[in-house]
Nanobody
Framework: QVQLVESGGGLVQTGGSLRLSCAAS??????MAWFRQAPGKEREFVAV????????YYADSVKGRFTMSRDNAKNTVYLQMNSLKPEDTAVYYC????????????????WGQGTQVTVSS
């Protein structure tokens, strides 16, 4: 199976920035995404990037603040998070899909273990 490992989470004050990374076990051009899950809440879509890196799509809650990118040579995707708010506090998960018939993708095939992001007020 494809393994995904997230890193870069931590504690930051409101208005601060963090950069999350997700490293894949093997080189691929899968569509890759970030999800998050806050305590007591369901998992929420955050952002997705196409295999080529050409196309991105963001949840309304993070548009203008978060930017997703990828470096296929390093099998790594990134989530640059700026202007962070307390409501961004969650465990952030990386996901990948080998093929999607729709854009944005409807489902994902592989998931990482998550990295904690905490935004203090």
């Amino acid at each position: 199976q494809v393994q995904l490992v997230e890193s870069g989470g931590g504690l930051v004050q409101t208005g601060g920035s963090l950069r999350l990374s997700c490293a894949a076990s093997g080189r691929n051009n899968y569509g890759m995404a970030w999800f998050r899950q806050a305590p007591g809440k369901e998992r929420e879509f955050v952002a997705v990037i196409s295999g080529s890196g050409t196309n991105t799509y963001y949840a309304d809650s993070v548009k203008g603040r978060f930017t997703m990118s990828r470096d296929n040579a390093k099998n790594t995707v990134y989530l640059q998070m700026n202007s962070l708010k307390p409501e961004d506090t969650a465990v952030y998960y990386c996901a990948a899909v080998s093929y999607a018939s729709t854009w944005p993708p409807y489902r994902y095939d592989y998931w990482g273990q998550g990295t904690q992001v905490t935004v203090s007020s």
